[in-house]
């Protein structure tokens, strides 16, 4: 008689958390269907103190200043944050913070992929408990060679199954090694919680494709670069993750505004300027890149004045003045 109340107990307990997955599910797919991507958004770095640890005050600063910017939100814990380089609790932490900081009505996207499938949904859990209104979710590259479009379709599904938010795919070749194949991203753009991606590969004529053969998907795609954003607008993007923005952000977001409203010559103009600016590494004379370690890319906020760097990427946006 024990074990049957045991088993009856046990049983009520799973049809209990079966209930509340499936609900946060219903909830999450809801959500999808209700979020706008569209906009600029810079992919935010996370600084670091001379002894290699996070630093939150410079990381709450730059967020006063990103406040002043009309960008539609911020992504955090992007390549551009470095997040291979922090521990989970670190990028956590990052997320919670810009959370706590962010205006109202701005999104939130967090970056919370990771090699493997469970870490990617606990880590999605956690980004989304800290206040992620949608996560970035990166292909899983070390075993590049078996990551075909079956297995990336197995990968982001689970993830999206169980995941409290919507789900942006995010293929970045240039750093992982490999493309999220096209076929994998128009089954996956049938998910109900997977929103859209963010393509930094630069083929324009893929995002068109993209664009094209989801357009009754609800799916939306964001250009990976301030190199090709006008292209992207031009064949049906909806906004831009631009590391550009972290700097020359107002223009980005008036790039984006002259898009949006059909002025494609002063676009074009503009979209000019932003070539040189994009292929600049403005902290450094060398034009290649230093060592990899967690100093190198927190956009210069420690290793020169964001005033100086600002400075000289607008020289290159404006070499007349």
């Not at 810009?98 to 870490?119: D, F, I, N, Q, W």
Request: charged share 20%; proline share 6%; hydrophobic share 40%.
């Amino acid at each position: 008689m024990q074990c049957v109340r045991v088993w009856s107990s046990l049983s009520r307990a799973a049809h209990r958390a079966a209930y509340r997955a499936a609900w946060t599910r219903t909830q999450s797919h809801a959500a999808a269907a209700r979020l706008d991507l569209s906009g600029i958004y810079p992919p935010i770095a996370t600084p670091f103190t001379a002894m290699e640890d996070v630093d939150y005050q410079k990381l709450e600063e730059n967020l006063h200043r990103y406040a002043k910017i009309p960008f539609k939100g911020l992504v955090v814990q992007g390549s551009n944050g470095e997040y291979p380089y922090l521990t989970e609790e670190e990028r956590v932490e990052v997320v919670r913070t810009v959370r706590r900081s962010l205006p109202t009505g701005k999104l939130l996207m967090a970056g919370s992929g990771c090699e493997s499938t469970g870490a990617t949904v606990q880590l999605t859990e956690k980004m989304a408990a800290a206040g992620a209104d949608a996560v970035l979710v990166v292909t899983p590259c070390f075993y590049k060679g078996k990551m075909d479009s079956c297995a990336m379709i197995h990968h982001f599904s689970k993830v999206a199954d169980s995941s409290p938010v919507p789900v942006v795919l995010y293929s970045v070749p240039a750093n992982t090694g490999l493309e999220l194949p096209l076929d994998a991203v128009l089954q996956l753009s049938q998910h109900p919680n997977i929103l859209g991606i963010k393509d930094s590969g630069g083929d324009i004529t893929r995002i068109g494709l993209i664009v094209h053969k989801t357009k009754t998907q609800d799916f939306q795609v964001l250009a990976g670069s301030a190199g090709f954003l006008m292209a992207a607008y031009c064949v049906g993007a909806v906004g831009g993750v631009c590391a550009l923005a972290n700097v020359l952000g107002r223009e980005l977001c008036e790039l984006e505004r002259l898009c949006v409203s059909g002025r494609w010559e002063e676009a074009r103009v503009l979209q000019q300027r932003f070539i040189e600016p994009n292929a600049a590494d403005p902290c450094s004379e060398d034009p290649m890149p230093g060592p990899v370690d967690r100093l190198q890319t927190s956009l210069c906020v420690r290793s020169c004045p964001v005033l100086s760097l600002v400075a000289r990427l607008q020289t290159l946006l404006h070499p007349h003045v």
